[in-house]
T-cell receptor, first 113, second 114 residues
Framework: EAQVTQNPRYLITVTGKKLTVTCSQN?????MSWYRQDPGLGLRQIYY???????DKGDVPEGYKVSRKEKRNFPLILESPSPNQTSLYFC????????????FGPGTRLTVT | GENVEQHPSTLSVQEGDSAVIKCTYS??????FPWYKQELGKGPQLIID?????GEKKDQRIAVTLNKTAKHFSLHITETQPEDSAVYFC?????????????FGTGTRLQVTL
């Protein structure tokens, strides 16, 4: 089944404790992206990757890191999480530059205390 | 960069009535306008999209219209059913910068009552 998977689905952590949220897609998509969803703000792009080893900042990149060492994986790293990073996070992927439809993962609900 | 505004933020309709959600965008170079439906506990899922060379597109009970001159597009759902209850997001893409980047509206929570 073609899908985007994220792990974990739920995470409660404390301020400053490094964490990684994994994202994997099995559709051989070139483009991958991370969004955060907050009430009243919709989905805002954190980082995106056009292909392996190519990543760039989205609209709200502060406090986040990403890597794209393999085509299928695009982990989101929070080196020192803070309470304002409490949010619902979504990973998405699409075929590439000329294919706009994005497929979303199920989401990761992160709480930082 | 692109800015997308979406209205209303909440919408309640009776089963069988129509629902309309409206969005405006700022970047005249944007050329792809998808609509996503997000059910509780799930990720957004594409339900319909339209490209700038088309003014209207229909798929059964849902339709999207695009007015490029006015830079606005709308989602129309006819004969609403309880399973249409969800949060709907509009988005715009293909403008200045990365072609695949989606800029989302803030969402509309649609409630279909019996």
């Amino acid at each position: 089944e073609a899908q985007v998977t994220q792990n974990p689905r739920y995470l409660i952590t404390v301020t400053g404790k490094k964490l990684t949220v994994t994202c994997s897609q099995n559709m051989n998509h070139e483009y991958m992206s991370w969004y955060r969803q907050d009430p009243g703000l919709g989905l805002r792009q954190i980082y995106y990757s056009m292909n392996v080893e190519v990543t760039d900042k989205g609209d709200v990149p502060e406090g986040y890191k990403v890597s794209r060492k393999e085509k299928r994986n695009f982990p989101l790293i929070l080196e020192s999480p803070s309470p304002n990073q409490t949010s619902l996070y979504f990973c998405a992927s699409s075929l590439g530059r000329n294919s706009y439809e994005q497929y979303f993962g199920p989401g990761t609900r992160l709480t930082v205390t | 960069g692109e800015n997308v505004e979406q209205h209303p933020s909440t919408l309640s309709v009776q089963e069988g009535d129509s629902a309309v959600i409206k969005c405006t965008y700022s970047d005249s170079a944007s050329n792809y306008f998808p609509w996503y439906k997000q059910e509780l506990g799930k990720g957004p899922q594409l339900i319909i999209d339209i490209r700038s060379n088309v003014g209207e597109k229909k798929d059964q009970r849902i339709a999207v219209t695009l007015n490029k001159t006015a830079k606005h597009f709308s989602l129309h759902i006819t004969e609403t059913q309880p399973e249409d209850s969800a949060v709907y997001f509009c988005a715009a893409s293909g403008g200045t910068g990365t072609a695949s980047k989606l800029t989302f509206g803030t969402g509309t929570r649609l409630q279909v009552t019996l």
